[in-house]
């Protein structure tokens, strides 16, 4: 039987696997994770798909039990700003939209909507987010009860099996050095092995297997199952293994951050439950809330801006908090490891794959891979069949992310830059451009996006296409000979559930108050 593990690296990626195995399979499993005392989790504030709450769920922990913590608050959307022009902004929201008739509510806004605001008419979390508001009242409930129904209702599904059912309403923003510190207590004392030492080689055996990992004070140490989190760098898969890596660089050019921990009163700021990406002249700035700080950084291609100029753009935009904080350069390999899971090496995170975070995916990359590798984890024959199919579910989730990323830049209308003029003549992954074709006449739906799951459905492409203001979009023809009625009681449904839940929910920052 193989169930001894070695996680190489510790950080966001490598305890979320550990303790995501020690409540998987027990003390069936013997996990060891090794990670060196000087190096840090890069994050600097994470944003989260509402899947993640499901992670929380399989380890047993509610909400109170981590988010303070955490420093963590709610995550209802992404807004973003600019991307059409300057002052413009809108909402893609974690809400799924409503369908009339067997049509969705955003083919009804393009018929006939009822203002010029598809993310106010169609969804309720619009306003909640604009009043900064929690999707929770200080009781603990949630705003609309169906949402906590369905998700008793899908608890113990994976993330794939989820596609399609009710959204949840939110995900989180959390400091994730301190949930990497909050899992590594939660794994130890459920009997994960703990080593803080350097890893300095990696010994194969004559198949070209690992055999072992050997650290400065603790030798080798060996194992059955080795997973890479050791970041960018894929010291296990990408070196002693030597996998290739494919760049998305052709069509996602941002390769670097510029990142800053900016301490502020949020109080006085208030906490706007929502990921903020803010279009600069080569790239974006993200900004998350978290109880006592603000996370920010910019994202930036270093062919159209320098890394100086792109740190004092992101200081002018905070303002003056940002003064003493210091800047934390990052250069991002932004692609997949051509398999994430070679021979009896499993890369989770950084050394697996990564995009730039539009769409706070990096969590999620991680979520889904730990989900794969406990359902494809190995026996004692090693069938080829389950690497293969782990190899392809990460590399799909990974490929469809690209998709959805890039229909960002093709659909901006910006082009006030060069930056911005080059996002509508770069190359496009294969498949897309014919599929934006479909969708400028036919929205998308469940047959006409990327074919196979990848964490982001119909609805999302249709947000940013309708948010990014550079697409021409029809709604379908069969609306001209079908009675609006339903659909204008939809809208109207909408602005009255709005008003209802806005005279009953605090300020986000009350709540999390009240949960401290």
Known sequence: MLNKVVIVGGGTAGWMTASYLKAAFGDRVDVTLVESGRVGTIGVGEATFSDIRHFFQFLGLKEKDWMPACNATYKLAVRFENWREKGHYFYHPFEQMRSVNGFPLADWWLQDGPSDRFDKDC???????????????LDGTLLDQPFDEAAEEMQGLTMSEHQGKTQFPYAYHFEASLLARYLTTYSVERGVRHIIDDVQDVSLDERGWIASVRTAE?????????????????????????????????????????????????????????TTATAQDAGWIWTIPLMGRVGTGYVYARDYIEPDEAERTLREFVGPAA???EANHIRMRIGRSRRS?????????LASGFVEPLESTGIFFIHHAIEQLVRYFPGPGWDAAHRDQYNDSVAHVMDGVREFLVL?????????????????????????????EQWTTQLPNSETIFPYYHGLPPYSYMCIMLGTGGLELKPSPALALTDPTAAQREFAAIREKTREVMGTLPTAYDYFSRMR
């Open 123 to 137: 969804f309720v979390m619009a306003s909640v987010i604009d009043a900064g508001l929690s999707p929770r009242r």
């Open 218 to 274: 603790h030798g080798d140490l060996t194992g059955d199952v080795f997973v890479d989190c050791t970041g960018f760098k894929g010291l296990l898969l990408n070196k002693a293994l030597a996998e290739p890596f494919v760049s998305y660089q052709d069509t996602l050019p941002n390769d670097s951050a510029v990142a800053l921990q900016v301490p502020m009163d949020m109080e006085k700021r208030g906490i706007r439950p929502c």
């Open 323 to 325: 003064a003493d904080v």
């Open 341 to 349: 899971w070679v021979n009896n090496c499993v890369a989770v995170g």
């Open 408 to 436: 960002h830049y093709v659909g901006a209308k910006r082009s006030d830059t060069q930056y911005w003029r080059d996002t509508k003549t770069r190359t496009v992954p294969d498949g897309l451009a014919g599929r934006i």
